[in-house]
């Protein structure tokens, strides 16, 4: 297709520069306009205030120069950002994005192995940390005390039994559960010897904090490389000293202890719920 224009069908005083200006004044103007919504129709130019000022110098006029036209130009779009007006700017993975978790509180359940239990050869006790976000709550909400209370004696309920915390079996298997919107961001990890006592955890840390839970956003991998049954026998030299390599995934019982709140801006942790009788949680078992 030919877009060449027929000059002999324009006016004989057709002038290209003119014409042109006219046309992308029009267009720039009226974006211009579009951009400040705040003013009313009757608005006149000004620069009286700060608003009215910056509309003068991005509003395009007969007389510019190209220079000026130049600067307005880019003063409009680049400066003052319309060209990324309504444009989603993503940084990383398409695929990561989830809701923000500034300023809502953590909830954090630790379980440990019985100090009677380790063995000889063992120098440490095999712990976890399990937690979820409150994503109803912030940091400053009114009611944030009221609800730790609740949620304080909902953990009572789920995880402690005749004042001794529950017992998990971990192990091997790792099973993942990921739902932002309920506070599980970066998809959970509990390390169990089976799916169903991983699962049996989530669904006691949702019922906690009162959020649904969904079977299907649960992902459980099952590593080729087995759990150490035996005695950690490898070792590793670190600055000098041999030290024992720590043993991958042990099948072993872990305990309910404690349960706290990280709320952000506050700098010590607030204890919900503790089986040790160390600390002075919101609710005693």
């Known amino acids: 297709m030919n877009d060449a224009i027929d000059s002999t069908s324009l006016p004989d005083d057709f002038d290209p520069w003119k014409h042109l200006q006219k046309q992308y004044n029009q267009q720039h103007n009226l974006l211009v306009r579009k951009y400040f919504s705040d003013h009313d129709d009757n608005w006149v130019p000004n620069i009286g205030d700060p608003r009215s000022s ?105 995880f402690v039994h005749n004042k001794q915390g529950i017992v998990h079996a971990k192990g091997n298997l790792c099973v993942s559960y990921k739902d932002p919107k309920h506070g599980f961001p970066n998809g959970s990890k509990i390390l169990s010897n089976n799916e169903a006592d991983g699962i049996s955890i989530y669904q006691k840390i949702c019922n906690v904090v009162d959020v649904p839970f969904d079977e299907l956003k649960i992902n459980v991998g099952n590593p080729k490389k087995p759990s150490t049954t035996g005695t950690v026998t490898e070792t590793q030299v670190i600055m000098g000293k041999t030290r024992k390599k720590r043993a991958y995934r042990r099948v072993v019982n872990i305990q309910f202890r404690y349960a706290y709140a990280l709320i952000p801006g506050e700098p010590q942790p607030v204890f919900l719920i503790d089986t040790t009788q160390r600390y002075k949680p919101l609710v005693k078992i």
């Open 54 to 158: 910056l509309r003068v110098a991005c509003t395009m006029t007969d007389s510019d120069n190209d220079a000026i036209r130049s600067m307005r130009h880019n003063f409009f779009y680049d400066l003052l950002g319309y060209a990324r007006k309504n444009l989603l700017v993503y940084y990383g993975s398409r695929e990561s994005i989830d809701p923000p978790v500034e300023g809502h509180p953590k909830i954090v359940f630790y379980f440990s192995q019985d100090s009677e239990s380790v063995p000889a050869t063992q120098d440490y006790k095999a712990d976890a940390e399990y937690s979820v976000r409150l994503m109803t709550l912030e940091n400053t909400s009114i009611n944030l005390h009221e609800k730790l209370v609740e949620i304080a004696n909902e953990i009572k309920t789920q």
